[in-house]
């Protein structure tokens, strides 16, 4: 039996914590939850994972965890994309395209290359991950792209079908785009955390500007990093 963390774990399986959280509690995914650590049969699990399409890319040290990637932190990746508001779109993939037209400093030529990734990656499983939020990325980054990691929020004018596991439109996306896969799964970490905060939630509820998130999640991943340096 292997054990991981549960923040590990819903790394290595490009999920966020709180949709690895109902999935165990679910009964949908081999895996118990004891103290925050996930207990599974490793042959078990990735059977499960290649029978869903989903990756499965466990380390035994998360990112995080080792104290890396300073310059691809969740506030600095957030500052160097846009946030958008009020979009209108006649569907998911209309949205994501908006969103992708939005990437700072993306050849144009790439522009539908990142597209088609998105809807490959939706088409797997989808990333809106419950409570009217989705998290869209490539599911491997693209080559070359971006130098540096960065995210793309956006709030649609209305909440968008986005096929989310509770059924529940969309209100908010968070675009991730990272430099490589220890990146993403960092970033997709970080993010999730704060996502799981109901002060973050109310605050997206508002559809605030882009100050005020950063402020916001800044804030939140400075608390986690401090948390993290002080674990006995």
Same mark, same amino acid.
């Given at each position: 039996m292997k054990r #991981? !963390? #549960?923040?590990e774990t819903a790394a290595g399986l490009d999920l966020p914590v709180h949709t690895l959280e109902r999935w165990i509690r679910q009964g949908r995914i081999p895996v118990v939850l004891v103290d925050n650590f996930c207990v599974f049969r490793e042959e078990a699990l990735a059977r499960w994972a290649r029978q869903h399409h989903m990756p499965f890319r466990i380390r035994e040290k998360d990112a995080a965890s080792q104290g890396v990637f300073c310059s691809e932190g969740l506030g600095a990746a957030l500052q160097r994309g846009a946030v958008m508001h009020l979009l209108d779109c006649k569907d998911r993939e209309d949205l994501l395209w908006q969103m992708v037209r939005a990437v700072p400093f993306l050849p144009p030529a790439m522009e539908g290359l990142l597209l088609e990734k998105l809807l490959e990656r939706e088409s797997m499983v989808s990333t809106g991950v419950? !409570?009217?939020i989705a998290l869209p990325h490539? !599911? $491997?980054p693209l080559d070359n792209f971006p130098e540096k990691s960065c @995210? @793309?929020?956006a709030f649609p004018h209305e909440p968008v079908a986005y096929g989310a596991?509770?059924?529940q439109? $969309?209100?908010v996306l968070f675009l991730l785009l990272a430099r490589d896969v220890k990146a993403h799964l960092h970033l997709l970490s970080r993010l999730s955390h704060c996502l799981q905060d109901? !002060? $973050?939630?109310?605050?997206l509820m508002e559809k605030p500007e882009k100050s005020a998130l950063l402020e916001m999640l800044a804030a939140k991943e400075k608390a986690l990093g401090e948390k993290q340096v002080n674990r006995p």
């Open positions: #991981l !963390r #549960l923040q419950g !409570r009217g490539p !599911r $491997v @995210i @793309i929020t596991m509770d059924g439109p $969309v209100f109901e !002060r $973050v939630y109310a605050l």
